[in-house]
């Protein structure tokens, strides 16, 4: 799979291009999906806000937007999307519910390569789906339920 990593935030690490392959393909695999590209581009919260403004009618940045390819019904490009993901707010996060960055990251771009392949948390029972497919991905990465710290038990 080719990923094609954009940095246009200063000052703010990102995950290798292997580590976000790694975990794509995971989910990818996971979710019946395949794929040949992805685009992730890693941006500050100024470039977030005028996206999410723009594209979701929402104002302010946020963790991750997802941007489906809709590929020609007759042609097969091997595009999935580009993924968005805000640098500092995943710091920011990852710091605030007391996560690993680098578990954070991963979950953020499991999060946006399942939308890429259609899943959705607009209600409850399209949210449960995604975050039990999301919890098995992470869980199986190597990294703890993102939606429950070590002190809660998952239900």
């Not at 794929?35 to 302010?60: F, I, Q, W």
């Not at 399942?114 to 991905?137: F, R």
Request: charged share 30%.
């Amino acid at each position: 799979m080719k990923i094609d990593r954009q940095l246009a935030a200063d000052g703010f690490a990102a995950p290798s291009v292997e580590l976000i392959r790694n975990w794509a393909e995971t989910t990818l695999a996971a979710a019946g999906h395949e794929t040949e590209e992805l685009t992730v581009r890693v941006t500050d919260e100024a470039e977030s806000a005028r996206l999410n403004e723009r594209y979701r009618d929402k104002p302010g940045p946020t963790n991750v937007l997802s941007f489906p390819f809709e590929e020609p019904a007759d042609i097969h490009t091997g595009l999935l999307g580009d993924l968005v993901i805000c640098a500092p707010i995943v710091e920011r996060e990852a710091a605030e519910q007391g996560k690993g960055i680098e578990a954070h990251w991963a979950h953020m771009i499991v999060h946006g390569v399942l939308h890429l392949c259609g899943y959705d948390h607009i209600d409850d029972g399209e949210a449960l789906v995604m975050e039990g497919l999301e919890t098995e991905i992470i869980k199986n990465l190597g990294y703890a339920d993102p939606y429950y710290d070590d002190e809660e038990q998952a239900p």
